[in-house]
């Protein structure tokens, strides 16, 4: 399209791009695949406050949705009525918000820092491998300890 053409700003924000922003893109993505200039877009949203907050819940839709489903199965029964959803999803709504909202859904592995010097924990190590070692001779069967019993060679199957 042509460069400073005018857009119709109603028609491009209803009807192109809410269905975007309803299933999560970004104002660049959904700018990206409908064609649109993300600077046209952006001045819209700089200049009005209720454009941002419509955009902003319209991208926010699926993931309320995902954690409706999931409040409503932990609550079963006592779920209240606008969140019960029997045909819900709730191992890819839990998938959707791991993905989207990493913060609040990613498994994490925390990071402990202590203060064990670099001999200690060598000495440590050392410790593991003669405990690690004493396991492995513990578990050898001793040499002649089953040589009484012999296979019975007569009954083949």
Sequence with gaps: MA???EWDKQKVIYEVLKPLFKLGYSVRKACMYAGIPQTTVDTWIQNDDTLRLEINTWQNEVSIKARKNLVARVLGKDAPNDIKDEKADVALSHTWLRARE????????EVVQSNVTYEELKAMQEDNLKEADKIVASRKTKKGLYEHVKPDTKNKL
């Design 102 to 109: 990493k913060e609040d859904w990613a498994e994490r592995s």
């Design 3 to 5: 460069q400073g053409k």
